[in-house]
């Protein structure tokens, strides 16, 4: 499989505190990569710098062939082809359901409404969402906002898309929802970088795992090796603490 | 009260509200265009401006328009600009507008979250899209209340017209009660014509924040 995402010794400082410390990546087209690790370790942060919404000191980050530079002109260009989903929806409240699915293809691809809107609407019915298009985000819940946000990405046909910690803001039961789309779209071969703290979803989605933790790559491995025969101490000890068995 | 005076006078407090909406609107026209120039001149940090537009704000805001009025009325003569007391009430109330407006659109831009501007901008929205489509209908909104009592405010500091001898309500009433002494009626008749211009000017702008306020927030 072809290489579609390549991150080089990305190193990241918040005054004297190393965010990210000299990670090196490779994510293969349609593969399902997911980042786990302690609050603060840096998980977001790493998503965040690979659509330069975050700034890159040093080492450097490729989608394809290009270089993702925050303080580049292209950077919006190489924006449309990663989507973000955010823990906390980020839906622009003051635009319906539909409006809000299409308002990006319209302005930025310059896509055609009629076209856009049959799109969207086809994909807010894959979601179960199609009855709230004329509804603004206020009037639905956190987990039908979270599965808007996903068709809101998706719509943009992005070549990968970035999860951060699209369930931490929901109750258990709308957690469901949002991870069924999500695990629908990994079997559909979408390549993916999720950061999460639901360990069973991680394994059943996963084509790899990455443990983070002080802004280095820990560990790493299959869902079945990396949950069931974690190697370092450190992986040991976090996954432990996810179980209330003795 | 006598009302065959109210009659009378009438014709003379209707003649000054109208002088003095005239006014009192080019004024607040005025202050929403120095409003919303000074607020983006804030919003996007523009150099030298930003640091003008603050010295603007603040030294506008921190003086009465009685002063503000001085200054424009027998100031700018002084350097050889002379211009009519209407313009003088106009401009004066448009500089003092202006100060508050541009606070209250600058909030309401700043009130965005975050959230919003990195959203589209994951979306691959450029700038001026993400300003446009985005970042400027929620700020209105966010503004709406704070534009509104601006503007019943201004409305009111109309009545200060009268120092730079503009016949506005005031002018008129005090007239009246100096050369009739019918101070009853003509302070009744001051009361129900600042009312009268004032009321609807706030009924709408409950309405117009309620609708677009209902949309992002509910009820």
Known sequence: MEEILRVENLSKKYEDVDVLDGISLSVKKGEVVVIVGPSGCGKSTFLRCLNGLEDIRDGSV????????????????????????????????????????????????????????????????????????????????????????IVRALIMHPEVLLFDEVTAALDPEMVREVLDVVLSLAKEGRTMLIVTHEMSFARAVADRVIFLDGGKIVEEGKPTDFFDNPKTDRLKKFLKTFSYEE | MDFEVIVSYLPLYIKAFMLTIKIGWIGIALSLGIGVFCAFVLHFRIPVLSAIVKVYVELFRNTPLLVQLFFVYFGLPKIGISISAEACGAIGLGLLGGSYMTESFRSGLDAVPVSQTESALALGMRKGQLFSNVILPQAVTLSVPAVVANLI?????????????????????????????????????????????????????????????????GD
């Open chain 1, 62 to 149: 490729f989608l394809g062939d290009e270089k993702i530079n925050p303080n580049k002109k292209n950077l919006s260009k190489t924006r449309e082809k990663i989507g973000m989903v955010f823990q906390s929806y980020d839906l622009f409240p003051h635009k319906t359901i539909l409006q809000n699915v299409t308002l990006a293809p319209i302005k930025v691809k310059k896509r055609k409404k009629a076209e856009v809107e049959e799109e969207a609407l086809k994909l807010l019915d894959r979601v179960g969402l199609i009855s709230k298009k004329d509804n603004y985000p206020r009037q639905l819940s956190g987990g039908q906002k979270q599965r808007v946000a």
């Open chain 2, 153 to 217: 405010f201004l409305l009111k500091e109309t009545s200060v017209f009268s120092a730079i001898s503009l016949m506005d309500l005031m002018f008129t009433a005090k007239d009246l009660i100096g050369l009739y002494y019918n101070t009853t009626e003509c302070l009744f008749m001051l009361v129900i014509f600042y009312v009268v211009m004032l009321l609807p000017v706030s009924i709408l702008g409950t309405v117009i924040e309620k609708k677009t306020r209902f949309k992002m927030f």
